[in-house]
């Protein structure tokens, strides 16, 4: 019991440091992390106490002390989140984030007030420290900060103004993307990755609006960019003793320069500090023996490079539209040894797998790929092995093969690597998508869920979606959603509502059939498939062919039914898709109204979620101005039918004259 005793305090004193190790939070949840964070490492003296006394403590007392742990654990992954997450999404997402922060306050406080502090040999002065905090606890409340409300609102505005342009929304853009710290190329690339990967960990929300104002932001930012450079080149031309330059050599934006060899990027990478280095160089450094960002000199917590597709992309763009040859991105693979994360009996084993994939016989090679399957699934030392050792490739040349288990066994592995943010690049760039896409349509029902699975992983990533999309994957995944296993089909719709994000992706879903089968869905009994199926809804019906679509198929007493008793983010999507729908037709505002669409649709102005509350708004907007025009056409016909006999009187006076 001593043992374990000593054991849980230094794992407590372990995750409180690990929060202390946590800055930099978001502007709109600044205030309560830091507060949070403060709190918990007022506790850590009381840990120390614990872990040097050599009184023994009860079994329950040891039980309080790991229901704490896990408190904190809870509270360490919070504030990670809250860190590293998308900006944009803590800020229109922020009613949903505050409450999981007090959430995790309230268990915070609720395991500190179980343990007996009578029981544990802590000195007054801790014990009073450990009481202040639980006071603290106790009287916490989610204040939002004016600073913070009024970046809510301007963002609001973006949402509001997206499909105008006023005078105003330079201004507007400027001063969101200052809060957002959101100023420079880099910063809106680490953005576009954390965007992405926050929306897919958290089921969509209003996925299509962050990605709306991120696009708006980019461009203002690379707008302003470009500006910058031409007065750069603009003021050389004019002061070179009065003579212009008739072919003046555009400036490379340092955002586009490796911060080591001062060199344009072919491929660059995030390190763990999120600065941007050339791949070669960041590599060069580490192989050296250093362990600190060169740029900033904070400690690399990971030798991990993650690939940053959207500057790769900027820089492309921009040597296009200079007339400059873009810098040609790496090749696709290399053989390589097995990751040095690997213990040498596991690096033999990798590479004795690689053999038997590229030169076995079909049965060594389905044996081959089914323990590659299992080993990419354990961890991430694993999956970063397997990539290295050069699996990737053998793994796609395997999705064509007829045997239907190496065909299953080689999709999942796959998947399973691109759980590693690095190997999704390297799976797109081996041309994996046509090979997955035939599973997807052939193979066996395993296969065709995991293949679906694969496309939502990959599609993560922005360029990535175009792809997908292009090489004939929607389809394929509109027939799993239709046909399809209970996972089948919950696969398939993650995969399409990710690509549908894609504004090119969406007339190819509607096309390939989704929406009728969404709306079967969403009354068919026990479909279980409702939330996902109005997700994808929602992004569609803003598309003149899925409105129409989905106005042609008596869709508006589902919506109507959902916004009455469905979930906080059915009710959401369900307005989102009428608020479309009646933009286009405002007769289905009038159906809605008869099917009592009023008194939820106020109740859901007032009690929903953000985006719920400003869907809500719109229609009740829209029927007071339905209402104002048949008032007015009411009125104009009985004006009408009051002159009707007079002007018939009239015509018989003249008659008799």
């Known amino acids: 019991m001593e043992e374990e005793k000593g054991a849980v305090a230094q794992s407590l004193i372990d995750v409180v440091n690990e929060i202390a190790s946590v800055s930099d939070y978001r502007t709109t949840v600044k205030k309560l992390c830091s507060n949070l964070a403060r709190r918990l490492k007022l506790l850590v003296p009381m840990f120390e106490e614990i872990k040097e006394s050599n009184d023994p403590i009860s079994e329950d007392t040891l039980g309080t002390l790991v229901s704490l742990k896990e408190a904190l654990c809870s509270a360490k992954d919070l504030l990670k989140f809250c860190s590293g997450g998308s ?50 606890f106790r009287r916490a409340k989610g204040r ?52 992405h990967e926050t929306v897919a960990l958290s089921g969509g929300g209003n996925a299509e609006e962050m990605a709306m104002v991120l696009k708006l932001i980019k461009d203002f930012v690379q707008l302003e960019t470009d500006n910058s450079e031409d007065q750069k080149v603009g003021v050389n031309n004019s002061s070179s003793n009065g003579q212009t330059s008739t072919a ?127 080993l990419a699934k354990r961890n991430a030392d694993n999956r970063v092995a397997i990539a290295e050792a050069g699996a990737i490739p053998l793994l796609v040349g395997l999705l064509a093969t007829p045997d239907s288990r190496i065909q299953e066994h080689s999709v999942t592995a796959l998947l399973n690597l691109s759980i590693c943010e690095n190997n999704k690049g390297a799976i797109v760039s081996a041309g994996a998508i046509p090979g997955i896409v035939q599973v997807l349509k052939k193979g066996s029902m395993e296969a065709r869920e ?146 009592g669409l009023m008194g939820p649709l106020i109740d859901l102005a007032g009690n929903g979620t953000d985006r719920g509350k400003r869907k809500a708004a719109q229609l009740l907007e829209r029927i007071s101005r339905l209402a104002e025009q048949q008032k007015e056409t009411a009125a104009q016909e009985q004006t009408k039918e009051e002159a009707e006999p007079t002007d018939s009187a009239s015509t018989r006076e003249a008659a008799d004259t």
Not at 88 to 111: F, G, P
Not at 171 to 191: N, S, W
Request: glycine share 4%; hydrophobic share 40%.
């Open 87 to 136: 900006k944009i999404y803590l800020v229109m997402e922020r009613e949903q984030v505050t409450s999981k922060l007090l959430e995790v306050s309230v268990q915070l406080e609720q395991s500190l007030s179980k343990i007996p502090y009578e029981d544990l040999d802590i000195s007054d002065e801790v014990k009073e420290q450990v009481e202040l905090v639980l006071s603290q």
């Open 144 to 195: 939002v900060d004016a600073s913070d409300d009024e970046l809510y609102q301007d963002i609001q505005s973006l949402c509001n103004k997206s499909s105008d342009v006023d005078d105003n929304q330079p201004a507007l853009l400027h001063r969101v993307a200052k809060k957002l710290q959101l100023m420079e190329i880099p910063d809106l690339a680490q953005e576009s990755v954390a965007l």
């Open 248 to 374: 003046a050599i555009p400036v490379i934006p340092d955002d586009f320069r490796c911060p080591i060899s001062l060199e344009m990027m072919r491929d660059p990478v995030i390190v763990s500090t999120g600065q941007t280095y050339e791949r070669t160089c960041i590599e060069k450094w580490l192989e050296a023996g250093h362990s600190t960002c060169p740029k900033t000199q904070q400690a690399l917590t990971s030798t991990t490079l993650t690939p940053n597709y959207v500057l790769r992309s900027l820089i492309a763009q921009w040597c296009e539209a200079n007339d400059i040859e873009p810098p040609k991105p790496p090749s696709s693979f290399r053989p390589s040894k097995v990751s040095s994360l690997s213990s040498p009996a596991e690096a033999n084993k990798i590479e004795d797998l690689m053999w038997r994939l590229a030169y076995g016989n079909p049965e060594d090679q389905r044996s081959a790929a089914g323990e590659i399957r299992l």
């Open 450 to 595: 995991n293949a679906a699975a694969t496309l939502f992983s990959l599609s993560v990533i922005d360029e990535n979606k175009v792809t997908i999309g292009a090489l004939g994957a929607i389809p394929p995944l509109v027939v799993l959603l239709n046909e399809g296993t209970q996972r089948g089909m919950k696969d398939a719709a993650t995969a399409l509502f990710n690509l549908c994000i894609y504004q090119g992706n969406k007339g190819k879903a509607i096309r390939a059939g989704v929406i009728p089968t969404l709306t079967r869905l969403l009354t068919e009994p026990g479909s279980g498939m409702v939330d996902e199926a109005l997700a994808i809804l929602a992004i569609l019906s803003s598309h003149p062919e899925g409105k129409a679509i989905i106005g042609s198929l008596d869709a508006v007493p589902s919506l109507v039914e959902f916004i009455r008793t469905g979930s906080p983010r059915n009710r959401e999507n369900a307005a989102a898709v009428l608020v479309h729908l009646s933009s286009g037709d405002p007769q289905h505002l009038v159906e809605a109204q008869k099917l």
